[in-house]
């Protein structure tokens, strides 16, 4: 009987050794109260743990009795390590607060890619536009993000109409329509709506903007072949956030925005609404606008619902309503006559709705599911000719992601539809076309070991119009040291033919045929680049890094736009290739409130067809991005500015001039409101100084290239409120 008391005792202690807890916390940002996706949560000298889902909820399981340390970890936040007793009694998950780290501030958490790393952990080379960075250039011009896009190394917006601004994205020199837009990894700004996409989006309510370089095609379908820009729209946290923004320019424009969030227990919400408004601006005195007048609203509203801890919902509506119109001064002013009656009208009604939907299966697997809707109306007249039509498209995905020790899956299918209804207006054909492309993705990330980790991935599109597309790539980071590291990543993409381009665009769509699809194959394209990055901490005050990227893409079947003798214009693919390749380095040194960023990019891009090369058009083959800011905690804030271009070759065969573009930026901050001013383009830098911009007469104008600003120098300054 003693014998069977004394075995009883010890199945019970071991049964109480060996019992099993599990640890639930939430992890938050200390000063944000933001919840921190991503974050390692671990038992101290075992295996045992488990990361932060998306509402930065964790739960550790399997931890044995007795005194635990729980490690809670945390790219650009201090470590922090507390000790429990287990078993605990919990019927409420733990918040956990992390302070952000003063040496690691300028890790940042992407999303382009569709894995839950930090930008220095990813394979896939990104670059982003956040935090103060993202505040300093929305300063700047706080109504678009056209210059925001183009201050950076290796991005050159291209001017498409001397009257109107239009503009669209050049990476790595290669043409516009090779750029894919996304909002929240949502394709809005393709086709037609693309045209004037960079000119109506507003900053403000944006946490980060995401930039890879490159074919992106297998990430997010056809349209990346040059790369992809992907926006990040600020989520609500409990803390609540009210912003607003009003700006005012020299040339008589101004910018008023407005942003609210907060997250309560089971809902949130975000609220963006902005009025930007332009008079017509003629810096150069030739009756011409080089800033249209223009009036546009734009409300952004969307709604987050939480339904558990494993289940979010949101729904988001995109809404933007334009008017703009350039030309002739005198006409735009009421004062028209025979003479001065050239105009460029845009109208312009854009809404979009977005779906999410995510679902934790357990610790380690969500599924995700997401629907877009847009509807583009656009109407673009000038004397004697009128184009419009609606754009219609829809984006459907669902996908699986699954996260294990070293590797991370993500696989998924998407269906997208365009279609394009020209307004039958005379008895011109219509460039109409009806798109639907099905697609299969799956990609891993494999951290192989703590020098090498793999990001491949495959994806397979069919298109009703051009058939199948199988978009292979991979890319690698080489971790030689804490200060040393590596990328080298290459793949294919390809691009459904429209006639949305910026050549077409250039000529308002007049007299520009339909696309033959009998005769048009789509175009596709092979690439990859290689980059090193160090940095190091020279002293407690300096910090140095240095980043070079050397890339190259070819274009085969390129689809280009041809005048015929009968004064119409027809999309061909002559035999031959376009390719792109180039050096890009970037120089970041700081010293005490001090940051110096240097940035030079070499483009060489050349069109091959039939046995020679020319150099492609529009394309400043030398740039440079130098930057100086001066940072006072929180208090004041100083840039400096120097861009410079070298000549480029225009589409009439001549050569357009070099220049340098400087600017000045000042920002005196409070607790609850800021006081900016920006002394855009000092040297007052104009094409209409050293060349002409048009041909012919004021009456029936024939606009040349736009290779510089035409605006000149305009000042603009205003106040940001955060309540």
Same mark, same amino acid.
């Given at each position: 009987m003693k014998n069977i008391i004394l075995l009883f005792i010890a199945l019970s202690c071991s049964s109480q050794t060996w019992a099993q807890n599990t640890f639930k916390a939430i992890v938050k940002d200390n000063e944000t109260k933001e919840s921190l996706v991503g974050a390692t949560v671990i038992v101290q000298g075992t295996t045992i743990g488990s990361i932060t889902d998306a509402n930065g909820l964790v739960q550790v399981k399997n931890i044995p009795n007795g005194k635990q340390v729980i490690v809670i970890r945390f790219v650009g936040y201090e470590e922090k390590a507390d000790t429990f007793a287990f078993p605990i009694t919990q019927t409420e998950p733990l918040e956990v607060l992390l302070e952000a780290s003063k040496e690691k501030m300028d890790e940042v958490y992407?999303?382009?890619?569709?894995?839950?790393?930090?930008?220095?952990?990813?394979?896939?080379?990104?670059?982003?536009?956040?935090?103060?960075?993202?505040?300093?250039?929305?300063?700047?011009?706080p109504g678009d993000i056209r210059m925001m896009l183009n201050e950076s190394t290796g991005i050159q917006t291209q001017q498409t109409s001397a009257t109107s601004y239009n503009s669209s994205i050049r990476i790595q020199g290669l043409d516009g329509k090779y750029t894919q837009i996304l909002r929240d990894g949502y394709p809005l700004y393709s086709g037609?709506?693309?045209?004037?996409?960079?000119?109506?989006?507003?900053?403000?309510?944006?946490?980060?903007?995401?930039?890879?370089?490159?074919?992106?095609?297998?990430l997010y379908g056809g349209g990346a072949i040059a790369g992809l820009v992907n926006l990040v729209s600020k989520m609500p946290k &409990?803390?609540?956030?009210?912003?607003?923004?009003?700006?005012?320019?020299?040339?008589?424009?101004?910018?008023?925005?407005?942003?609210?969030?907060?997250?309560?227990?089971?809902v949130g919400a975000t609220v963006f609404a902005s009025y930007n408004t332009g008079t017509p601006y003629d810096p150069a005195n030739i009756g011409l606008t080089a800033i249209p007048k223009f009036n546009r609203v734009t409300l952004n509203p969307k709604l987050f619902v939480y339904f558990g801890p494993k289940t979010t919902m949101d729904v988001g509506l995109n809404s933007t309503i334009e008017d703009r119109t350039g030309g002739d001064i005198r006409y735009i002013e009421g004062k028209g006559d025979s003479t001065h009656s050239y105009f460029e009208k845009n109208k312009t009604n854009r809404y979009s709705t977005q779906l999410g939907l995510t679902h934790l299966l357990?610790?380690?697997?969500?599924?995700?599911?997401?629907?877009?809707?847009?509807?583009?109306?656009?109407?673009? &007249?000038?004397?004697?000719?009128?184009?419009?039509?609606?754009?219609?498209?829809?984006?459907? &995905?669902?996908? +699986?992601?699954?996260?294990?020790?070293?590797?991370?899956? %993500?696989?998924?299918?998407?269906?997208?539809?365009?279609?394009?209804?020209?307004?039958?207006?005379?008895?011109?054909?219509?460039?109409?076309?009806?798109?639907?492309?099905?697609?299969?993705?799956?990609?891993?990330?494999?951290?192989?070991?703590?020098?090498?980790?793999?990001?491949?991935?495959?994806?397979?599109?069919?298109q009703n119009e051009y058939g199948f597309f199988f978009l292979p790539r991979v890319s690698a980071l080489f971790r030689f040291s804490s200060s040393l590291s590596a990328r080298l990543g290459g793949g294919l993409g390809y691009k459904t033919p429209t006639v949305f381009t910026e050549d077409?665009?250039?000529?308002?769509?007049?007299?520009?045929?339909? %696309?033959?699809?009998?005769?048009?194959?789509?175009?596709?394209?092979?690439?990859?680049?290689?980059?090193?990055?160090?940095?190091?901490?020279?002293?407690?005050? %300096?910090?140095?890094?240095?980043?070079?990227?050397?890339?190259?893409?070819? %274009?085969?079947?390129p689809l280009i736009l041809t005048q015929l003798g009968n004064m119409l214009y027809e999309f061909q693919q002559p035999g031959g290739t376009i390719d792109t390749r180039g050096i890009e380095t970037n120089v970041k040194?700081?010293?005490?409130?001090?940051?110096?960023?240097?940035?030079y990019t070499l483009a060489d891009v050349n069109q091959r067809y039939n046995g020679t090369s020319v150099a492609?058009?529009?394309?400043?083959?030398?740039?440079?991005?130098?930057?100086?800011? +001066?940072?006072?905690?929180?208090?004041?804030?100083?840039?400096?500015?120097?861009?410079?271009?070298?000549?480029?070759?225009?589409?009439?065969?001549?050569?357009?001039? &070099? +220049?340098?573009?400087?600017?000045?930026?000042?920002?005196?901050?409070w607790e609850h409101f800021s006081?900016?001013?920006?002394?855009?383009?000092?040297l007052d830098t104009r094409q209409t100084k050293f060349d002409n911009i048009y041909t012919g007469t004021i009456t029936n104008p024939v606009f040349r290239d736009i290779y510089a600003p035409v605006d000149g120098f305009v000042v603009n300054g205003g106040i940001k409120i955060r309540l």
């Open positions: 992407v999303t382009a890619t569709r894995s839950s790393r930090t930008i220095d952990d990813v394979p896939t080379r990104i670059e982003a536009i956040s935090g103060e960075e993202l505040e300093e250039k929305g300063n700047m011009k037609f709506s693309g045209g004037l996409g960079l000119l109506q989006i507003v900053p403000l309510d944006f946490k980060q903007v995401e930039v890879i370089k490159g074919a992106s095609s297998t &409990e803390e609540r956030e009210l912003n607003f923004l009003i700006n005012g320019t020299s040339a008589l424009g101004m910018d008023l925005s407005g942003f609210y969030s907060q997250k309560f227990e089971k357990n610790d380690s697997s969500d599924f995700k599911v997401k629907n877009s809707l847009s509807y583009y109306d656009r109407e673009i &007249e000038i004397p004697d000719f009128r184009f419009s039509g609606v754009q219609l498209s829809t984006f459907t &995905e669902a996908s +699986y992601s699954i996260k294990l020790k070293k590797h991370e899956w %993500i696989m998924g299918l998407n269906l997208w539809t365009e279609q394009f209804t020209q307004d039958r207006l005379d008895t011109a054909r219509v460039v109409d076309y009806n798109h639907t492309t099905f697609g299969a993705f799956v990609q891993n990330t494999w951290t192989v070991s703590d020098l090498l980790a793999l990001e491949t991935g495959v994806r397979g599109d069919y077409a665009e250039r000529l308002q769509f007049r007299n520009v045929l339909p %696309i033959d699809v009998s005769k048009t194959k789509a175009e596709q394209s092979v690439g990859g680049n290689i980059d090193v990055n160090y940095r190091a901490s020279i002293s407690d005050d %300096i910090t140095f890094s240095i980043n070079a990227l050397l890339f190259y893409t070819q %274009i085969s079947k040194l700081t010293y005490s409130d001090f940051k110096l960023f240097v940035g492609f058009p529009l394309v400043a083959k030398h740039r440079l991005n130098n930057v100086l800011m +001066y940072e006072l905690d929180e208090k004041l804030k100083i840039g400096l500015e120097a861009y410079y271009y070298s000549p480029q070759k225009l589409n009439d065969g001549s050569t357009g001039k &070099e +220049y340098w573009i400087c600017g000045l930026m000042v920002e005196k901050l006081i900016f001013v920006n002394f855009e383009n000092l």
